[in-house]
């Protein structure tokens, strides 16, 4: 990243990103956890069957563990903007919660994926019970889609109701409900640019750029920030600098995910270090490669399939050398900063608490960026690699 020094493997990224401090006795996580209770509670009360009890109860176990990191940027920046109603700013976090639920359980679905977090997602499991029941393993996988889908159309309707009956005035329920039908619109279209461009050699880095600010910037940090904003009654200046802050920082966090994806340590991470090479995702790291001379061996890699620990090793390898690994650092680097200078335009308790976000979820703890490939080039800036996209 950032280096002064050390490499991004050094440590792993992880252990760095995607942290908020825990909420402990925070009141208005104390109340999201309690809506979250109340909507499963709710689920389990209205279960028809066997079948159905467990799809509930896997869709339930979906939600626990993780950061939360989604109703803690709510909630804090919303008390941090004068908010007091703890109980209405919870229940809109726990809709944001409910929402990313839906859209990792769909994404699963999408890309075909059973694992998640080293472990059977809500599809695999549905799936492993067909198989054991004896089901062939054509249908006991059409099974598992199936309960996905339906699972994800749940904690989206959930997550759409807990707005509606959040608590706060009308007006300000239309704006909220109005602010996530453009964020689900948005987080589509990211869905869908993300399936089409990896069906090509020639997506360009705006891209894949545009595909990270839509499908994750949008509902994961804009939606949170500028729902804050909504509910604190804050201004229209407010709200706009806090949607370009989402972006920024969204974006941000999704190129992190995707270094982490390669070069981050599977005990750290969770995630298969073969994976995002395996699928050939189409990611900044790649699309930059495309255009270096390394690419002529990467592709033999990229997207392989059956792709060895020692191909993907030297794949690593190719990504540092080629430049792409230090152009998305210093990608990183530059919206990192965007989002501190837009946190400039808030109100000193708000801007105090939005900086501590930032540098949790994208800290800056190696210096400023060396902004040198391989070869002894100056990497590209922000500016210059999207202009030449």
């Known amino acids: 990243m950032f280096v002064s020094g050390a490499s991004w493997g050094d440590t792993p990224p992880t252990e760095q990103l995607r942290t908020v401090p825990d909420a402990g006795d925070d009141p208005e996580m104390t109340t999201a956890a309690t809506a979250t209770g109340r909507f499963f509670a709710t689920g389990h009360s209205q279960v028809v069957d066997e079948h159905d009890r467990i799809l509930w109860q896997t869709l339930q176990g979906q939600t626990e563990g993780g950061k939360r990191f989604r109703p803690a940027l709510l909630t804090r920046l919303y008390t941090a903007l004068g908010g007091q109603d703890h109980q209405v700013a919870g229940a809109v976090g726990e809709s944001i919660e409910l929402l990313h639920t839906a859209f990792v359980i769909h994404d699963d679905v999408i890309d075909g994926d059973q694992v998640r977090r080293g472990r059977p997602n809500l599809g695999g499991t549905f799936d492993a019970r067909a198989r054991a029941l004896g089901a062939a393993t054509d249908r006991a996988r059409h099974y598992g889609e199936a309960a996905g ?68 910037a949008a509902y994961s940090f804009e939606l949170p920030l500028r729902a804050a904003a909504i509910l604190a009654d804050s201004s229209t200046e407010v709200c706009s600098a806090l949607a370009a802050v989402g972006r920024c920082l969204g974006t941000a966090f999704q190129l992190l995910d995707d270094l982490d994806g390669v070069f981050g340590q599977q005990e750290q991470t969770g995630k298969d270090p073969l994976s995002d090479l395996r699928e050939g995702k189409c990611t900044a790291l790649v699309t930059f490669a495309r255009a270096t001379p390394e690419w002529e061996e990467l592709a033999r890699h990229v997207g392989d399939p059956s792709i060895t620990s020692d191909n993907a090793r030297r794949a690593r390898e190719l990504l540092a050398a080629c430049g792409a690994r230090r152009a998305v650092e210093t990608l990183v680097h530059d919206l990192r900063e965007t989002a501190l200078a837009g946190a400039a335009m808030l109100p000193a308790e708000a801007r105090a608490t ?31 690699l999207q202009g030449a996209a």
């Open 149 to 216: 889908i339906l699972a994800g159309d749940l904690a989206l309707a959930g997550a759409v109701r807990t707005i509606a009956l959040c608590g706060a005035p009308a007006h300000v329920v239309v704006r909220l409900l109005d602010l996530l039908e453009e964020v689900l619109h948005r987080s589509a279209a990211g869905e869908l640019a993300d399936v089409r461009v990896s069906m090509t050699a020639d997506a360009s880095l705006q891209e894949t750029l545009d595909i990270a600010e839509w499908k994750t």
């Open 354 to 384: 939005l900086r501590d976000m930032i540098e949790s979820l994208v800290p800056d703890d190696r210096g400023q960026p060396v902004p040198v490939t391989a070869d002894g080039a100056t990497a590209p800036s922000l500016t210059s």
